[in-house]
């Protein structure tokens, strides 16, 4: 007992004697124009040339460093886009605690002069209620489109066929500067040029406040805006080298004078792209191969303005218009061991347009922080497909396909924000949305139906959420009340039929955060959200037909509603970088998932084993998961981004399988445990000022589905980039998949038994070509945004 006594008392005195020794520096950081407080700026402490201890600034700008030994040190202060602070001070035993006061950091004016900033790596910041990746150059080089960088980003994965994944689940609500769009997210994804991209925000576990679609959550693609005063632009253009060559060409213009910002893009897509595959069939030893080429062209661009009538008073208008067309060609050979060889090449060829005009007006109260938002967004569609399918065997034939598409979209937002006091913090809002699809497919297939299909959909809700802030804890408490209608009307073969379903729901949503120092954080959130079908699930129209596999949609689909928790934890490592960790636990009820089975429609299909690939709802499923990601300075000129994931799920559900002895399929209850480890590593290199290197490795695990198992998949990528003419121009060279070892292999046994691979160009070599131009000079005035009742710049409770 009296050696335990004194162990403490040493302890206790050691500690005494060791605070008595150390010291403290504090200030407060303003930009030396605009008097406004620099948050998250890096303070480091030094000592010759050691940093001993560091800190950010808070987002009052305010910094705190303690336990600093009583010596001369150097205090450095350093925030893109301003001249780094240095102050050279001295602690003592009669000076322990020094207050540098209001520190005003000068801007950078060369690096400001007539171009938009853009950073050389990735950051990845973890907010209260979001992860924001801000995209560095490191990251927009990865690849032409935003669906090619998607793997590089913690958190989601993007397979052979474009279909993007967060945390292992397709279920994820895709959002562009907020705002929602009526184009299949794999589409979307492939015509957003990574060179546009500002940041991406992943919402794991929206709050109340946020539509409340997605059971993964809500990934928001912030496209770039230049909001310097002047005129200013930048060109960006790229080729991607594999098996031909694929060109991706942008310019963005912008000016601004007084109260008057004009702004535009344009960008053009030109590529053919190559797939190819094969599965064979275990109980016939059939192979079936394929010979998938695509070649498309795309034309996006967007044109707005933003008028400030006052300080008050912001009126702003936008119009985004995607045109593209496309010809897909399909050759599929199936080779039997004991009868003739099957040929049918299908041809797809397409069009489609989409439109987006939005119209938005932010007021601003006296009181700082009270703010109404109100904003009306119209988005229409129309895509036309026809296909051409010719079969070659014993008994030849032809036939044509053709789909016609129209989706008109309204949506009308009103966000209101009304602060108390200094710590909390009132926000309600109320949302209309209606969407109407009009679905025309006619075919000469003599076993297939003309159909004529109408889906409308309308939505209204009003939420509400309450924040407050006490010392080092926080909480957010939310309710979203929504009233969903939807009416399916469908006619095959001249025969008619509906679905109608409505409800009313709430969707609640609490925070906890506590914030022990300014460089630990923790959060802890609950939240009940919902994925209702989309057109493309539940239209009962072939969506595409191979000689073995037929894609129908399924009108009665119900939505999945998900019950989630989550927990999370970022360490700032001072001026080193920060670490973060989070898991997570949801109960799923309906879960919608991808279903194989037999089809029996006929005696030929019965006969070629024919499957369809539709969708179904499944019963009650389980998922949680654990992710720790981190940005880490190595050294001045090696810093690095590693990630590791694992996901776990069971999945419960009803399959065909193929009675070996009948040759007749059977239905099972099947359920299996799924679990899935990701990792990602990403270095950079700083070789000299203006060249730097990168290195990507990517690894996924294998994954169990109740009709399959999916096989690993890993690659390393390496790039190069320099700039030049005054950091104005750059290069950047990029060699994706280096030892080309990205290929989807699989093994399965519903509806019966196959094992395939399919790959696509993996390998290649990026090549892209940056410049940047314009006469603005001096850092922009900050831009109110008129989009902060979605998703941007709403990183916390206050």
């Known amino acids: 007992m009296k050696t335990k006594l004194l ?47 560091g800190d950010i600034s808070d987002e009052k700008g305010s910094f705190t460093i303690k336990n600093i030994p009583l010596n001369q040190v150097e205090v450095n202060i350093e925030y893109i886009g301003f001249i780094t602070y240095s102050n050279t001070v001295t602690l003592s035993n009669d000076s322990k605690k020094i207050d540098l006061g209001e520190i005003l950091l000068v801007a950078d004016e060369e690096m400001l002069e007539g171009i938009v900033i853009d950073a050389e790596r990735s950051v990845t910041e973890q907010l209260v209620d979001r992860k924001v990746i801000h995209v560095g150059k490191d990251l927009s080089t990865a690849g032409a489109t935003a669906s090619e960088i998607m793997n590089n980003i913690p958190s989601l994965n993007v397979d052979q066929d474009g279909n993007i994944s967060m945390r292992g689940n397709e279920n994820v609500r895709v959002l562009v500067d907020g705002k929602p769009t009526q184009m299949d997210p794999k589409t979307l994804l492939k015509q957003i040029p990574s060179n546009s991209i500002d940041k991406i925000e992943l919402i794991t576990n929206p709050s109340a406040k946020y539509n409340p679609e997605g059971m993964s959550g809500m990934i928001n693609i912030v496209l770039k805006k230049n909001m310097q005063d002047g005129f200013n632009g930048s060109y960006n253009g790229n080729i991607t080298f594999a098996k031909v060559p694929k060109f991706n060409q942008g310019i963005d213009l912008n000016l601004r004078k007084g109260k008057v910002n004009v702004f535009g893009n344009y960008n053009y897509n030109d590529s053919k792209t190559y797939n190819w595959g094969e599965i064979t069939q275990l109980d016939d030893n059939s192979q079936q191969l394929f010979d998938i080429v695509n070649k498309n062209k795309t034309h996006t661009f967007k044109v707005g303005f933003d ?50 005009y939005n119209a938005a007006w932010k007021k601003l109260f006296a009181k700082q922080g009270q703010v109404l938002d109100v904003e009306v967004n119209y988005n229409t569609t129309k895509q036309n497909q026809a296909g051409n399918f010719d ?30 006091g ?14 109407n699809i009009d679905n025309t497919y006619t075919t000469t297939n003599i076993i297939a139906n003309n159909t004529d299909f109408t889906y409308d959909v309308s939505i209204a809700s009003a939420y509400a959420t309450f924040g407050t802030k006490y010392e080092k804890w926080g909480y957010q408490l939310g309710a979203r009340l929504e009233k969903y209608d939807v009416n399916a009307n469908y006619t095959i073969a001249n025969v008619k039929d509906k679905f109608d379903d409505d409800y009313l729901t709430v969707y609640p949503s609490a925070f906890l955060s506590y914030t022990p120092t300014q460089t630990d954080f923790f959060q802890l959130s609950a939240s009940r959200r919902v994925d209702r079908p989309n057109v493309w699930q539940t239209r009962p129209i072939r969506d595409y037909s191979t000689p073995r596999v037929i894609q129908v949609g399924n009108p009665e689909l119900k939505p999945q509603f998900t019950n989630s928790i989550e927990f999370n934890y970022t360490k700032v490592l001072g001026v080193k970088g920060s670490v973060t960790a989070g898991a997570y636990y949801r109960i799923i009820d309906d879960p919608i998932q991808r279903t194989f089975f037999l089809d029996t429609s006929t005696p030929e299909a019965i006969a070629e084993n024919k499957m369809i690939m539709s969708y179904g709802n499944f019963d009650q499923s389980t998922a949680y998961g654990g992710e720790i990601s981190a940005n880490y300075k190595i050294t001045k000129w090696w810093d690095i981004q590693p990630s590791v994931e694992y996901y776990f799920g069971t999945q419960k559900g009803i399959v065909s399988v193929l009675d070996q002895s009948t040759g007749q399929a059977i239905f099972e209850n099947r359920e299996v445990d799924n679990g899935v480890f990701n990792a990602r590593m990403n270095n950079n290199f700083k070789i000299t000022q203006n060249l730097r290197a990168s290195l990507f490795g990517f690894y996924r695990g294998d994954s169990k589905g109740i009709n399959a198992e999916m096989k690993e998949m890993y690659k390393i990528d ?30 399965g046994d519903s509806p019966y038994r196959q094992k395939g691979e399919f790959t696509w160009e993996s390998q290649s070599l990026f090549v892209g070509f940056n410049y940047m131009f314009g006469t603005g000079k001096g850092k922009a005035s900050q831009r109110k945004y008129r989009d902060n009742n979605e998703v941007q710049k709403s990183g916390g409770f206050f």
């Open 7 to 53: 162990i403490i008392g040493s302890l206790m005195y050691s500690s005494f004697m060791f605070s008595q020794n150390t010291g403290t520096i504090s200030g407060t950081l303003k930009d030396q124009k605009s008097k406004e407080a620099i948050p998250y700026a890096s303070i480091a402490i030094k000592m010759g040339d050691e940093i001993i201890t």
């Open 307 to 356: 008028v400030y009538a006052n300080d008050k008073n912001t009126f702003s208008f936008y119009t985004n218009q995607t045109y593209s067309d496309g010809i897909g060609t399909v050759d599929n050979t199936i080779l039997y061991p004991t009868a003739s060889t099957f040929y049918q090449t299908d041809q797809y060829k397409g069009d489609d347009k989409t439109q987006i």
């Open 391 to 420: 079969i070659t065997n014993q008994n030849s034939f032809s036939y044509n396909d053709n789909s016609d598409v129209k989706v008109n979209a309204v949506q009308a937002n009103l966000d209101y924000v009304h602060p108390i």
């Open 422 to 435: 200094d710590k909390s913090k009132l926000e309600v809002g109320a949302e209309y949305r209606e969407t």
């Open 718 to 747: 390496a790039g190069l980039r320099y700039a030049f003419w005054e950091n104005t121009g750059s290069l950047s060279i990029r060699f994706n998949d280096i030892f080309n070892t990205m290929k989807a292999g699989f093994i």
